[in-house]
């Protein structure tokens, strides 16, 4: 009997011969090192995850869709609360050389997160756990001014090849509007995407020996994407 892992190998071995075919400028792009090398990790790690959401059984979904919620929804209320503290004491301020300004905003940031998580977290039917690689995978696609409609086309046949229990529910007109609302609605930075949850694990998979420049450049690449 084929482990997860191996599973897992060879269907993004399929999904990379999809690519060629979808996106065949895509080599290119890595030629002319328009598509960095910590680009095509971070894809890497997306499409990942993609196979691991579409692979697991339903109670599987939930049970992870839900551990990942309440990691992200801690991570904010944490960012929000920490911000909040500080601007209440001015000589905190003072004392570490902190710009009220900067730091009200990126409270108003990470607050403006934290509701649209709960939001997701209060309800039945927003725990899907692979809407979060999907914003990532047509964020990504985005980024490089791929075309949607074979990006789309792509997430279909992960869904197949990936045997995806609810792959009959979908098509090309339900993932097309689905893009359209992930892409205005989700809300997510990569602090919430590298915090480690009591797993041990972040959400996106990525293993960093020390916070080194690698690190720090990948980070800087994969926001660019969430932009």
Avoid at 1 to 7: G, N, P
Avoid at 76 to 89: D, G, H, M, Q
Avoid at 100 to 125: A, G, I, Q
Wanted: with cysteine.
């Amino acid at each position: 009997m084929k482990t997860s892992r191996i599973v897992e190998r060879e269907i993004i071995r399929e999904i990379r011969l999809k690519l060629r075919l979808y996106f065949p400028e895509l080599q290119s792009f890595i030629d002319k090192k328009i598509i960095t090398k910590n680009d095509w990790i971070f894809f890497g790690m997306i499409q990942l995850n993609l196979v691991k959401c579409f692979t697991i059984t339903p109670e599987d979904a939930i049970r992870k869709s839900k551990a990942q919620i309440n990691q992200i929804t801690k991570f904010y209320e944490l960012e929000t609360r920490v911000r909040k503290t500080a601007l209440s004491s001015n000589s905190f301020l003072k004392e570490n050389d902190l710009n009220k300004l900067e730091l009200s905003n990126r409270m108003v940031f990470y607050n403006d997160h934290r509701k649209y998580w709960k939001t997701r977290k209060d309800s039945s039917e927003l725990y899907f756990n692979y809407e979060v690689f999907l914003f990532l995978y047509y964020k990504w696609m985005k980024s490089f001014e791929l075309d949607k409609e074979s990006s789309i086309s792509l997430i279909l046949d992960i869904m197949m090849l990936s045997n995806y229990y609810s792959k009959n529910y979908f098509d090309f007109d339900r993932l097309s509007k689905e893009r359209v609302l992930i892409l205005k609605e989700m809300k997510i930075s990569s602090g919430a995407l590298l915090i480690k949850g009591k797993n041990g694990q972040n959400i996106i998979g990525a293993t960093f020996d020390n916070d080194n420049d690698d690190k720090k450049k990948f980070i800087r690449e994969m926001n660019a994407h969430l932009l």
